[in-house]
């Protein structure tokens, strides 16, 4: 017998409606998002496909650098794309983004593969651009869609958890790889062609816009996606330390670690359905009580509505004109909302800039020339897909960690957090430092290091200017900050790096009296091909140390106050408007 809205059991349009209930929610929109971010940074695998496009197509260190320079500059550019996703729904951005993603890739394995003549420079530089700046769409229309679905306090975990899946991406294409192709490189790049599109279009009629509504036990819901996420996290680092120290790992074997890894990427499935199931409750509890659900949302805008009210047209015009150029050099309080013009002239952001610069700069060009620096170092050809899969599980710790530990230790403490971007910064030089000197295995534990730090800077630089400038214009805002990876390549990956390896190979030909002909890849052997470039990298790191610590006494003041007021402000307003609407809503029921 089938079920029906008063009661009974769950017959087969119960279960139908159900199961609508569940892919319509905004619980599966998060799972959706998951889904498609873990497949979803083939940027962060440069180092592992990079060996494959400079032996086919004969390019010196510096080429190849240059191509890394664009995957970098294609995957922080993504003002666009956000002001796409302003006016039209999420499936728009997705859609633009898988269509890139798989042009980008396909076109350079068709180049890898010679399915087409060679390619020009200019033309792999914008290959590659297109296919990594199809990240920055996809990221959008996740992200951004999913931030505005659950608001409120839980942004930071939101944003960590989301950017954590991403970081993982790396490894878990690794294993997907190994199970479909097994060790055929060339074929890594047509799988990033493919699977992060195909993923895209699956699930993108389901990651679109919600009501906003607030659920009491929404903390306790996230924390258990975060303890999923670090359940995959576990068990991709075991997985990888197994393949690692064992001789001959079995295709079959990769089978069952996919399955498993599949099996645990999916498992925050059983939490979106019985959180729908406890939403089917209360809705249908509130039903025949007479109370009716408040949009959180509703509420806050309509709060905003009236705040802005208060205002008169021309005043409000007024206050643009002069916040935007009158007051270009007198900007509010830190924590108020900056235009864009009083952020990006201010002293503090000008000093985040650079510090971020010299730090990105050194840790992006660790993650885009490991199979280079593996290489040049001796290590085993089937062990730099090791490096690849660690950077990528300590990107997401990174991230994942400082994300969630740097809001407990800035509330309870009232720790400054331009203070933890500085100790990420000198934590980062202990791995630039084993790779200058090529430490026994060193290697493994740079990967690690560079890997946190690298994923840490990110939640760190975001939040910070978020904190300091206000959430008013934080889009572009942030999307500016984002500037300072691929800049920070240029200098240190291409301009130094590049340049020092390909002199240094040179030279060692030169010794062998050997003479390099067109087209011919350029290699280089042995520690002094990356030693003086990461000693001048830890260098540059420590200065983008100190220059933080001028933003760390700048800002002491701020973080010593509650920087959170306004906000909590805001939320109690809310709450107000919420119970005084509830009311009113009871007392019609019951006058109805």
């Not at 959430?471 to 301009?495: E, F, H």
Request: charged share 15%; proline share 3%; glycine share 10%.
């Amino acid at each position: 017998m089938s079920g029906n809205g008063r009661g009974g059991g769950l017959g087969l349009d119960g279960i139908k409606s159900f199961t609508l209930q569940v892919i319509n929610g905004r619980w599966f929109m998060l799972l959706s998002s998951f889904l498609v971010l873990s497949v979803s940074g083939a940027s962060y695998m440069f180092g592992l496909y990079s060996r494959e496009i400079k032996s086919v197509l004969g390019y010196d260190q510096t080429t190849l650098n240059l191509l890394s320079f664009f995957k970098d500059l294609g995957s922080n550019i993504g003002i666009l794309y956000g002001l796409i996703n302003e006016v039209t729904p999420p499936c728009v951005v997705l859609s633009i983004g898988g269509a890139l993603n798989f042009f980008g890739y396909f076109m350079v394995w068709l180049a890898v593969t010679k399915k087409i003549a060679k390619s020009q420079i200019w033309s792999m530089c914008l290959y590659i651009f297109i296919g990594a700046n199809s990240h920055c769409s996809i990221n959008t229309g996740a992200i951004v869609t999913s931030v505005n679905n659950f608001p409120g306090i839980l942004r930071g975990v939101v944003i960590g958890l989301l950017t954590g899946y991403l970081g993982l991406s790396g490894a878990i294409i690794t294993q997907l790889y190994y199970a479909f192709y097994g060790n055929d490189s060339k074929s890594l790049i047509l799988l990033m062609a493919w699977l992060p599109t195909a993923t895209s279009f699956a699930f993108l009629p389901f990651i679109r816009k919600h009501k906003a509504t607030q659920q009491p036990n929404e903390a306790k819901v996230f924390y258990n996606f975060v303890y999923m996420s670090l359940g995959l996290a576990a068990f991709l680092l075991i997985i990888i330390i197994i393949q690692k120290s064992s001789v001959h790992f079995k295709q079959t074997a990769y089978y069952g670690s996919t399955a498993a890894m599949l099996f645990l990427l999916i498992l925050p499935l059983g939490v979106v359905i019985v959180e729908e199931f406890k939403n089917c409750k209360i809705r249908k509890k509130d039903f025949n009580s007479g109370d009716p659900p408040q949009p959180l949302k509703i509420l806050t805008e309509k709060y905003n509505q009236e705040k802005s009210e208060t205002l008169p047209l021309a005043e409000q015009t007024v206050q643009e004109q002069v916040s935007c150029w009158q007051s270009l050099f007198k900007p509010p309080n830190r924590g108020e909302d900056y235009t864009i013009f009083q952020a990006i002239f201010s002293i503090d952001m000008l000093v985040l800039f650079l510090s971020t610069i010299c730090g990105l700069g050194g840790t992006v060009t660790v993650v885009n020339n490991l199979g280079q620096i593996g290489t040049s170092l001796g290590y085993p050809a089937h062990r730099l897909t090791t490096f690849v899969s660690l950077t990528s599980i300590w990107i997401y710790f990174g991230k994942i960690v400082i994300g969630l530990a740097s809001e407990v230790i800035i509330t309870k403490f009232k720790f400054p957090r331009p203070l933890m971007l500085t100790s990420i910064l000198i934590l980062s030089c202990i791995g630039h430092l084993l790779i200058a000197f090529n430490v026994t295995n060193g290697l493994y534990a740079a990967s690690i290091i560079i890997g946190f730090c690298f994923g840490a800077n990110w939640p760190l630089l975001l939040t910070i200017i978020s904190e300091l400038f206000g959430l008013k214009y934080y889009s572009t805002l942030y999307t500016i900050g984002g500037m300072a990876s691929p800049i920070g390549s240029y200098l240190l990956n291409v301009r130094l790096t590049g340049h020092l390896y390909d002199k240094e190979a040179k030279k060692q030909m030169a010794a062998l009296g050997l003479t390099r002909k067109p087209g011919e890849e350029l290699n280089c052997n042995g520690t002094e091909c990356f030693k003086l470039s990461f000693i001048i990298i830890t260098a540059v790191t420590i200065f983008g140390a100190l220059v933080s610590l001028i933003l760390v006494f700048r800002t002491r003041k701020f973080y010593r106050s509650d920087i959170y007021m306004k906000f909590k402000e805001e939320a109690r307003t809310c709450d107000t408007e919420m119970g005084m609407t509830q009311k009113v809503g009871q007392s019609e029921a019951r006058g109805g």
